[in-house]
């Protein structure tokens, strides 16, 4: 479990090592290294998803680690509450970057292994804060700095906790 506590409140997390062993160790690996601690979500679309990850306050771009294989061929689907990792158009180009889905994506899903098919890994969901995750979906948004859907406001993730299960 991992909770994401952010300056709207707390989102707790967990991890599917079972169906997305790679994006969930990716993503646990980042949390412990304290990379998530300061980045914002920076990019919001209401009734679609939330993204963060990448960017630290004042839209600054975080280096990431190399990028990971992509596990959208694991059965899991972009549901609402499910988090997701962002990539470019490249199918296997995912790394730090992840989205919250407060929609059901379906187009998201995996549907075959061609560039346009592989769709987006779903890794996780999210166990409590689906409150938090409402209040940061209906932030205003503006195109800051040549990116689009930036809020307005800066929602950000101030520390990350590991909480271990027993």
Not at 6 to 25: C, M, Q, R, V, W
Not at 41 to 62: A, L, N, P, S, W
Not at 124 to 152: E, F, L, W, Y
């Amino acid at each position: 479990m991992i909770v994401l506590k952010t300056n709207y409140g707390p989102i707790s997390i967990e991890l599917d090592f079972e169906k997305a062993p790679k994006s969930a160790a990716n993503f646990l690996q980042y949390a412990k290294d304290g990379y998530y601690d300061g980045t914002i979500f920076h990019r919001i679309i209401d009734d679609f998803m939330v993204q963060g990850g990448g960017f630290e306050t004042g839209m600054k771009q975080k280096e990431s680690r190399d990028n990971i294989e992509n596990e959208a061929d694991n059965g899991l689907s972009n549901l609402i509450g499910t988090l997701a990792m962002a990539r470019t158009s490249a199918p296997h180009s995912a790394s730090s970057q992840f989205f919250i889905n407060v929609g059901d994506n379906h187009f998201l899903n995996h549907r075959d292994k061609s560039d346009q098919g592989w769709g987006y890994a779903v890794f996780a969901r999210v166990t409590d804060g689906m409150d938090v995750v409402n209040k940061i979906k209906g932030c205003d948004t503006a195109s800051i700095g040549g990116h689009q859907d930036v809020p307005v406001t800066e929602v950000v993730i101030e520390s990350t906790e590991i909480i271990e299960e027993d």
